[in-house]
């Protein structure tokens, strides 16, 4: 009977760009919206979906055996677990995500000291207290099932713990953030027990090498062009590479193929200097994997 690694699927913002970092990565996920076992092409994986919120209560316990979460939910869950991997992705700014507390624009509230006795609400409940507690003020946490925003700008708490990526919805409800938590990121963890199992170590390490290597490649591409050889040195000299570019003879010809590997946002500003400087035949191209 074959081995199989079972991994857990985070539910929710995070499930679309979960999917396809791994179909980047080279497995193909294939969701049903009836079905929280999702089809895989790898027989050595078994997939459930599960909310990132609750992932790393299954990863500790065994019932998974890997998971992808948010560090914040780790911390809230307090859960004893072993981070894998960091795989800075998200729905939005492809950027790691912050807790920020914030008020209503015209409160007297400035700093964490003034909110000693007052109201807090959040999803965040566990850490916001023990944030609070630790730095000994007194502060009543209450869970917020969502439109966190609205709690605060309708009198229903003095101040709100909150996720954001742009600040956009913060702004949007006349709020100001007066302090950062922590910043989170996608995180790949294992079941301790797991971790010590050689075949799904090997597995869970593999899986890890691959994830990041898509991420790695998201904003960097590569470039090739032909170059004749009286121009080879002045299309070097302003060639950015990972390491050095690489250069081929052409067939029975005193050109030059040159290969590359760049940041996406350089390519815009490079590629008119190339062709400046003699390069012709320029072609980019995008990459699966950076490993």
Known sequence: MNKVLKLGI???????ATIELFEKSGWRIKLSSRNYFPEVDDDELSCS???????????E????????????????????????????????SKRPTRWVLAVPGDSEIRSL????????????????RRYFAERNIDVSVEFSWGATEGKV???????IVEVTETETTIRAHG??????????????????LSWEDPWKREKIENMALLLQGALRADRIVGLKMNVPEERLQAVIDILPSLNAPTIASLYQTDWFSV????????????????IRAGAQGIIEYSLNKVI
């Open 113 to 128: 000291d003034d909110l000693q006795g007052r109201k807090i609400a959040t999803e965040l409940v566990n850490f916001t």
């Open 175 to 192: 709020l100001r953030i007066i302090h950062e938590l922590m910043t989170s990121n996608t995180q790949l963890i294992a079941n301790r």
């Open 61 to 92: 316990s065994g019932v998974l055996d890997a998971g992808i979460t948010g560090k914040d939910w780790i911390l809230e869950n307090d859960s004893d677990v072993v981070v894998v991997a960091d795989l800075v992705y998200s729905k939005v």
């Open 259 to 274: 290969e590359t590997v760049i940041s996406a946002h350089q390519v815009r500003d490079l590629i008119p200097q190339l």
């Open 153 to 159: 700008v309708s009198g229903l708490a003095d101040a």
């Open 10 to 16: 985070p539910k929710g913002s995070l499930e679309k």
């Open 49 to 59: 979906i599960c909310r990132a919120q609750e992932m790393s209560r299954y990863v």
